[in-house]
T-cell receptor
Framework: GAGVSQTPSNKVTEKGKYVELRCDPISGHTALYWYRQSLGQGPEFLIYFQGTGAADDSGLPNDRFFAVRPEGSVSTLKIQRTERGDSAVYLC????????????FGQGTRLTVV | TQLLEQSPQFLSIQEGENLTVYCNSSSVFSSLQWYRQEPGEGPVLLVTVVTGGEVKKLKRLTFQFGDARKDSSLHITAAQPGDTGLYLCAGVGYNTDKLIFGTGTRLQVFP
């Protein structure tokens, strides 16, 4: 596709359930980022990949959160035992490696934990 | 931890007014980017500043990177309702592609 695609666009889940959020980056982009955003706030960094490996996962809030990018393209953010506080918009972005390069964002997945 | 504080948090102005948004940090960045985000969409890049003291203009928007590479400002001249949105600065550290976003400034321009 032409841009970054995130699925699903909306996800409602019950507290304690497991969820997976998917990101399809722009073809050829080696860097992939996951952010979490609350209403009206700036995106909060979670993790970023260079190729298949997680270059920095310091933003993952706890061990319930995990992300993979096994083939260096599609990434999945996995959240176990969801809590109401996990409710937010989860944004994915991709970019070409290198400083000062533009990050292209998807439209996000709105996760609601009830 | 690199933190980017933006001020003001909210700004509500009339069409035609000028405004400045500030982005401040105690950390030094190799480059700094400004994004604009509309409801239901991801942020979209406006500009990247790389050199300390650099000034870039994009129509009615003027961006400046501080000499010490720790802060930046965005000035909008003669704001229009179409400028309404969430403005975000984002810093890139040295030897990393990690992109850290600021706290955001929500701008509303009334006709």
């Amino acid at each position: 596709g032409a841009g970054v695609s995130q699925t699903p666009s909306n996800k409602v889940t019950e507290k304690g359930k497991y969820v997976e959020l998917r990101c399809d980056p722009i073809s050829g982009h080696t860097a992939l980022y996951w952010y979490r955003q609350s209403l009206g706030q700036g995106p909060e960094f979670l993790i970023y990949f260079q190729g298949t490996g997680a270059a920095d996962d310091s933003g993952l809030p706890n061990d319930r959160f995990f992300a993979v990018r096994p083939e260096g393209s599609v990434s999945t953010l996995k959240i176990q035992r969801t809590e109401r506080g996990d409710s937010a918009v989860y944004l994915c972005a991709s970019s070409l490696m290198g400083e000062s390069t533009e990050a292209f964002f998807g439209q996000g997945t709105r996760l609601t934990v009830v | 931890t690199q933190l980017l504080e933006q001020s003001p948090q909210f700004l509500s102005i009339q069409e035609g007014e000028n405004l400045t948004v500030y982005c401040n940090s105690s950390s030094v960045f190799s480059s700094l980017q400004w994004y604009r985000q509309e409801p239901g969409e991801g942020p979209v890049l406006l500009v990247t500043v790389v050199t300390g003291g650099e000034v870039k203009k994009l129509k009615r928007l003027t961006f400046q990177f501080g000499d010490a590479r720790k802060d930046s400002s965005l000035h909008i001249t003669a704001a229009q309702p179409g400028d309404t949105g969430l403005y975000l600065c984002a810093g890139v550290g040295y030897n990393t592609d990690k992109l850290i976003f600021g706290t955001g400034t929500r701008l509303q321009v009334f006709p």
